[in-house]
Nanobody, 124 residues
Framework: QVQLVESGGGLVQAGGSLRLSCAASGTIFSNYAMAWYRQAPGKQRELVAAITRGGLTKYGDSVKGRFTISRDNAKNTVYLQMNSLKPEDTGVYYC??????????????????WGQGTQVTVSS
């Protein structure tokens, strides 16, 4: 059973930075493509960033140039570095893991395994 635990959320002023972490256990982490999603109150969950097993990355349009996703297979952890934060980045951030081929991104939707989420609040 794959378990994902997110951490690093909190309250930050606009323009600030946070780094989220998602630690995986119960599986061979390197077999999984990973993604970060977020959900704001009253809105649908949206893809923030994703990374393949081989390290290819992609981002949602609203975070391109500000956020960076990375992974450390030795630590079974995926990270999301968030810079130049805006109030509209506020939401619960979720980690997602899907067993995929080397160069495939996670499929968008509710497939795979999910963490419990971590709250990010950006004040103006």
């Amino acid at each position: 059973q794959v378990q994902l635990v997110e951490s690093g959320g909190g309250l930050v002023q606009a323009g600030g930075s946070l780094r989220l972490s998602c630690a995986a256990s119960g599986t061979i982490f390197s077999n999984y493509a990973m993604a970060w999603y977020r959900q704001a109150p009253g809105k649908q969950r949206e893809l923030v960033a994703a990374i393949t097993r081989g390290g290819l990355t992609k981002y949602g349009d609203s975070v391109k140039g500000r956020f960076t996703i990375s992974r450390d297979n030795a630590k079974n952890t995926v990270y999301l570095q968030m810079n130049s934060l805006k109030p509209e980045d506020t939401g619960v951030y979720y980690c997602n893991a899907q067993e995929r081929r080397w160069s495939d991104f996670p499929a968008e939707g509710r497939q795979g395994y999910w963490g419990q989420g971590t709250q990010v609040t950006v004040s103006s």
